[in-house]
């Protein structure tokens, strides 16, 4: 498939490689098409093995024996509901990543929850009520979650930032003062495409919501988006909303702006109408919601935030 590449700014930030513009593919090499939920289950391994092998291909998984989390924590920061850690570890390639993380006051263990920034972001951008996010992330923490914000790199393909994400997800289900069967993640733009990867792959994961990327893949191609998402080998995999179909039967909500010049909302709303479709026979359709809401690329939360208390069981503050 051929690619036309420009460059593009988004989210604020002149990004790296270029914008691509391609054809959807005629066929696709592993489309869901279950009708039965057993048919179902045996596309997602069969799928899910399919993605793990393409990010393996481009970043190899290194074991953790080798390359050690080596999590740091730095001095308390007290926040009045929660205390802030600024922290590190070491990513799947020794690079070392800078991170936050929040902490409840009082007894545990607590939700958790991995929140993720997009392309130009930064840890503290999720926390910042002036930035697109909206202080996501700090809602969740004065609510009782335990949160880990990573300040990720921007990369040749988003993908390969799954055996880091993965880490994050280590870093919570270690801790004491978390339970492990009540871990969520949530990210907006490339954050969500991260969360997509991460709740895809990694089924420790049990609810996520996804702002700002959830499309089809002629919605992905009919607008100027960085290249980072065509991970080779992907594009003619699946349709890339159908990928979601790896959380099922995990809750899932996802964002959607109408005027997001990034994902166009009529290809969001094909794109869940298939996802929404493939959870029914996962017998778990009420499972899957969509947020179209007025707005631009942003996080909006509306619905977002009670989906994640109802799932994990935590309590997001207003």
């Not at 936050?100 to 958790?112: E, M, R, S």
């Not at 997009?118 to 909206?134: I, L, Q, S, T």
């Not at 270690?174 to 069967?181: I, K, L």
């Not at 996802?254 to 298939?274: I, L, N």
Request: hydrophobic residues 45%.
């Amino acid at each position: 498939m051929k690619l036309k590449l420009l460059a593009l700014t988004w989210l604020g930030v002149l990004l790296p490689a270029g914008v691509a513009f391609g054809a959807v593919p005629a066929k696709f090499e592993t489309p869901f098409a279950a009708t039965s939920r057993e048919d179902a289950l045996a596309w997602q391994q069969r799928a899910r093995a399919r993605l793990l092998e393409l990010v393996e291909k481009q970043a190899p998984r290194a074991r953790p024996d080798d390359v050690p989390i080596d999590f740091k924590l730095r001095e308390a920061q007290d926040k009045g509901a929660y205390t802030l850690y600024p922290a590190t570890f070491q990513g799947n390639d020794k690079t070392r990543f800078s991170a936050l993380l929040t902490v409840p006051k009082g007894p545990g263990p607590f939700p958790a929850m991995v929140c993720l920034h997009g392309h130009g972001g930064a840890a503290g951008k999720v926390f910042d009520p002036a930035e697109c996010y909206h202080a996501f992330a700090d809602r969740f923490a004065r609510g009782g979650y335990v949160v880990l914000a990573p300040s990720l790199l921007h990369r040749k393909y988003a993908a390969t930032a799954l055996w880091d994400l993965m880490r994050c997800v280590d870093i919570l289900a270690s801790r004491s003062d978390v339970d492990p069967q009540r871990i969520g993640a949530a990210g907006l733009s490339m954050g969500g495409e991260w969360t997509m990867w991460l709740a895809a792959c990694d089924p420790r994961v049990k609810a996520a919501v996804i702002s700002g990327w959830m499309c089809t893949t002629a919605g992905v191609f009919s607008v100027p988006n960085c290249e980072c998402w065509a991970l080779p080998g992907f594009v003619g995999l699946m349709d890339v909303s159908e990928v979601n179909l790896l959380i099922a039967p995990r809750p899932v909500l996802f964002e959607s702006a109408d005027a997001d010049g990034c994902f166009p909302v009529r290809y969001t709303k094909e794109g869940f109408a298939r996802i929404r479709a493939g959870y029914k026979v996962f017998g778990a359709e009420t499972a899957a919601v969509h947020d179209v809401f007025p707005g631009v690329h942003e996080w909006h939360g509306t619905l977002a935030f009670p989906f994640l208390d109802k799932a994990l069981g935590g309590h997001a503050a207003k």
